[in-house]
């Protein structure tokens, strides 16, 4: 017999979500931490991670991403080494939108997904020229390439 039903997990996972996209920000740590507690670990990370995304875009660029990454850090703790990583990234991704210090091994030696995310979104000349030579992957690499060669072309006049 056939059943229309989702998994516990999917419909877990999309309360979860709904949760996560509504929190206010004095309860978010807390959610996330109870969400990471979820006996599917997978899932509940992949919820977690998502949060992290939404949540690091709209925040990378202001000052109080660094409160904000820093509680995050806490809530998600040393036993999920994949969302400490995308903490980490994200931190760099920051560094380098915002001209500040970052070390080039760090993005060598950084996710595809951070590498990707650089090259298609970043103005840094420094790093998409770093990924354009070293970038892990031929999309990596062309993506770079063709982001830089636009910033550095002069706008044309009508």
Known sequence: METDEAPPEHARFAAYLAELERVADA?????????LRDPDHAMAQSAVVRH???RAAALHLRPDYLRWAEGMAGATGAQHPFLARRLQEWSLFRAIALGRAWRPDALLGASDWLQ????????N???LELLTVHGRTRR?????HNRHHSL????RGE
């Not at 990596?140 to 770079?144: E, I, Q, S």
């Open 125 to 127: 000349a420094t790093a």
């Open 152 to 155: 550095s072309q002069p706008p």
């Open 140 to 144: 990596v690499r062309a993506t770079a």
């Open 52 to 54: 992290v995304d939404r």
């Open 116 to 123: 990707r995310k650089t090259a298609e979104s970043s103005s």
């Open 27 to 35: 309860d978010e740590f807390a959610l996330v931490t109870e969400v």
